[in-house]
Nanobody, 126 residues
Framework: QVYLVESGGGVVQAGGSLRLSCVAS???????????VAWFRQARGKDRAFVAG????????DYADSVRGRFSVPRDNAQNTAYLQMTNLDPEDSALYFC????????????????WGQGTQVTVES
């Protein structure tokens, strides 16, 4: 099994940057490098929404239109870590951010994923 822990959230001014980390712990026989990784966010009163994702080998990425060009989603399989690099943040980006992983193909649907971290809060002040 794989367990995910996010960190790096906080309060930032509009226009600022944050880097979220998602560190995976794996049981024997499981390898983080086999998993697709995605980031979702959930603002208060709203559904969980896809933000960005990266293939298991880092070969390709996908971004929601609202973050494309501002966010990037690198990963370091040797460190069992994925990142969400966020720049030019806007108050609309304020949400609880989750990383998730799946052995199935990268998807924008949260129903595709069954491994989730606990989330890290990002608050962007205007």
């Amino acid at each position: 099994q794989v367990y995910l822990v996010e960190s790096g959230g906080g309060v930032v001014q509009a226009g600022g940057s944050l880097r979220l980390s998602c560190v995976a712990s794996t049981a024997y026989g499981y390898s983080f490098s086999n998993y697709e990784v995605a980031w979702f966010r959930q603002a208060r009163g709203k559904d969980r929404a896809f933000v960005a994702g990266i293939r298991y080998n880092g070969g390709s990425t996908d971004y929601a239109d609202s973050v494309r060009g501002r966010f990037s989603v690198p990963r370091d399989n040797a460190q069992n870590t994925a990142y969400l690099q966020m720049t030019n943040l806007d108050p609309e980006d304020s949400a609880l951010y989750f990383c998730t992983a799946s052995l199935m193909a990268l998807s924008r649907s949260p129903d595709q994923y069954d491994i989730w971290g606990q989330g890290t809060q990002v608050t962007v002040e205007s």
